[in-house]
């Protein structure tokens, strides 16, 4: 049975959720979406970070951290982003690394968005009594 993470991060226009948990792994999504909800279309430094800093917030929100996550699959617009996007990585992760693919794609779903990443983590069940 999957369960719903509340993460405070902004209400969604499309059919999908920031995070849920099933069989103590949290399976989550993230973008350059800043608190308004529009996407961040700046410098792919800031997409990175941005993007990372809404992947931590579902983590802590369903009792995790970055340390938790085992795998990582990045998408990008521009291959030619990634040495970029690897700077700002390691500021988010250390060894021993989740593992990751990256891969480059011809769009993502806003015009100007150059990164989305999914991430699977080992969280465990929520504990008894948080729903």
């Known amino acids: 049975m999957k369960q719903l993470i509340e993460t405070g991060l902004p209400a969604l226009s499309q059919p999908f959720s920031w995070a849920v948990r099933a069989g103590g792994i949290v399976f989550t999504a993230h973008g350059p979406v ?21 992947l931590r917030t579902a983590l802590e929100a369903a009792g995790g951290s ?25 500021d988010y992760f250390q060894a021993p ?26 969280v465990g069940p929520s504990p008894i009594g948080s729903g």
């Open 66 to 90: 970055l340390r938790d996550v085992a795998q990582v699959l990045i998408y990008l617009t521009d291959i030619a982003d990634m040495p970029a996007v690897d700077a700002v990585y390691r």
């Open 34 to 54: 800043l608190a308004d909800g529009r996407i961040d279309t700046g410098t792919i430094e800031a997409q990175t970070r941005l993007t990372l800093e809404n």
């Open 97 to 122: 690394y989740p593992n990751r693919s990256s891969v480059a794609v011809v769009a993502l779903a806003v015009p100007g968005m150059r990164i989305e990443l999914v991430a699977y983590a080992c």
